[in-house]
């Protein structure tokens, strides 16, 4: 069965607006979860590190003010798209790391398709 | 500079053939590990297959095998018997272990999408 789930799948939105993407690890609970952009055809670039408790780490080049990431419990985090717009649009995708095991299996989401017209 | 490099855009296999979709890696970390994840048109990331850079052995995973040449810096996924549901973007990816015993991101390379033919 899925062991990352992330809700909503698909997101149109009018530019401007805020959108919430949830991502819950089903399976095991996770201190830290990934959030990774795709754009068409593109390869998946990470934007941030989500720790539970504590703020998340952002890569070069994210404004953590326009994606905020709250990682309140073991199982979930969010990535919030403030005043997004259409550049905005991508495939978001969350991802759990197994800190057990011999290679420390990373696990993703289905991954949430943002639309901002 | 490019951590991970796969060279082929797009590539196109008859049905029931196999094909070795590249990648090439950069690092100068001694200890580190090579993923290999299919994506349907979906958009779902799904885990193939891991080689360790101590692994003596190329990992295999049923019609999968990672063709491991740590000398070269390659880890090219052969797919054996492709069949009609084989056509997918495969991402090669790799993460360092750094000397503290973390790990590192993983890196992604460009992605190579395969087209099976009937």
């Known amino acids: 069965g899925a062991v990352v789930s992330q809700h909503p799948s698909r997101v149109i939105c009018k530019s401007g607006t805020s959108v919430k993407i949830e991502c819950r690890s089903l399976?095991?609970?996770?201190?830290?979860m990934f959030w990774y952009r795709q754009f068409p055809k593109q390869s998946l670039m990470l934007m941030a590190t989500?720790?539970?408790?504590?703020?998340?780490?952002?890569e070069q080049g994210v404004e953590k003010d326009k994606f905020l990431i709250n990682h309140a419990s073991l199982t979930l985090s969010t990535l919030t798209v403030t005043s997004a717009h259409p550049e905005d649009s991508s495939f978001y995708i969350c991802?759990?790391?197994?800190?057990?095991?011999?290679?420390?299996?990373?696990?993703f989401g289905p991954g949430t398709r943002l639309t901002v017209l | 500079a490019q951590k991970i490099t796969q060279t082929q855009p797009g590539m196109f296999v008859q049905e029931k053939e196999a094909v070795t979709l590249d990648c090439t890696y950069d690092?100068?970390?001694?200890?580190?590990?090579l993923f290999w994840y299919k994506q349907p048109s979906s958009g779902e990331m799904i885990f193939l297959i891991y080689?360790?850079?101590?692994?003596?052995q190329n990992a295999t995973e049923g019609r999968y095998s990672l063709n491991f040449q740590k000398a070269r810096k390659s880890a090219n996924l052969v797919i054996s018997a492709s069949q009609l549901g084989d056509s997918a973007m495969y991402f090669c990816?790799?993460?360092?272990?750094?000397?503290?015993?973390?790990?590192?991101?993983?890196?992604f390379g460009s992605g190579t999408q395969l087209t099976v033919l009937p």
């Open positions: 399976d095991f609970q996770a201190t830290t």
């Open positions: 080689q360790g850079s101590y692994d003596q």
């Open positions: 690092t100068s970390d001694p200890s580190y590990g």
């Open positions: 991802s759990v790391r197994k800190a057990s095991g011999y290679y420390n299996e990373q696990f």
């Open positions: 989500s720790n539970e408790g504590s703020k998340a780490t952002y």
């Open positions: 990816a790799m993460r360092e272990l750094i000397s503290s015993g973390s790990a590192r991101q993983l890196t």
